[in-house]
């Protein structure tokens, strides 16, 4: 067998729904080309929360890659779905580790001019040492980001999506949409997928089809309200705030969403009016020169994501918090914060009337302009 013939394919990573889908089409292509019928192919469950369950995967999975095919040919077999590769306690057992051992040897000993094995495991820790070997053995793939790459990787498949649908979407729609969803692919995929139909042919899909079509399902994130308050857009408020509370939504926790980005915003103006900062293609340029200079005034949390911490925001995420509308003034933002507090104390004495209170807040906010 040539070295450069890999004995097996491993697919992993952070995000089990772009695993399982690549995992997928890779397993119908290695049917296809190694001509193997419905009776070659074998899927094999991985999914495993003992040391029990990880025995009897390996040895399910040892039986299928050692038996001989009905009508002879190329087998397939899918191990699919292994959870335990993955930083936890059934992974670190040692009953796991002997298993796993036994895995490797069967994979090592595979001829892949018999038998094409695929593997897909989520979530994994790469440090282990069986990661490593598969990097190396294998046809080896990494889907899904990790830490300060995810966000990067999620907008990656929101592109690849809408080409392969034969469409593309805006840059800013992109952005808009991931701050709506969050980070769930599925729902991502599913989203671009109806945004795509949506879109007339040839057209690549906008931020406004995004704002229009697109729920708010990002947990804590109502996008759409803070971000037509922010833009001094009094009716495009008044009707965020409608579709808000007519979907049932509560008004405590969309006033907190407006008071943190507001303190973002304050500070930011602060940063700006004083010379330290300033707004750029690159979002707020001249942040962490700030921050070594004022950065001591919040302690030991800098590194933590609070609004009450400008620097412990992303700089880009900043730029375009601040130039998706005009910059408010420092005191005009003061007035915001005052309002908000005096919104929570009618609450109090208003509970039922929460769409009135905030559509008042609205019009005092918005109206003087």
Known sequence: MPATLPRF??????????????????????????GADEFSREIVSGFASNVAEVEAAVNRFREAVQTVPMFGGKR????????????????????????????????????PAEVAVLITASPIDRRRTFP???????????????GDGAAEALAGVIQAEAAALGTRIE???AELLLAKVGPNTRLLVEEVRKLATYSAEGSP?????VAELTANVAEGDFFETAEAF?????KWTLEALHRHFFSGGDARPLLSALQNRNRLMLQVRALVDAGEARLGPRGLDGLQRAASTFGGHFGSAIGEKSSFNVFSQNAWYLGKLAQSGKLPSLRRLIDNQREFVQAFETLIGRAGEQEDVLREMAVRCLGEK
């Open 9 to 34: 394919t491993f697919y992993c990573g952070a995000d089990d729904f772009l695993v399982g889908r690549a995992g997928h089409a890779r397993f119908l292509e290695l049917a296809v080309d190694g």
């Open 76 to 111: 397939v077999v899918w191990l699919k779905d292994v959870s335990f590769l993955a930083d936890s306690v059934t992974s670190r057992a040692e009953g796991t580790l002997t298993q796993v051992e036994e895995l490797q040897r069967l994979l090592g000993g595979i001829d």
């Open 132 to 146: 490593k070997w598969c990097e190396k053995e294998s046809e080896f793939a990494l889907f899904g980001g990790e």
């Open 171 to 173: 840059p800013a729609a």
């Open 205 to 209: 899909v906008t931020e406004a089809q």
């Open 230 to 234: 922010f833009r001094g857009d009094l």
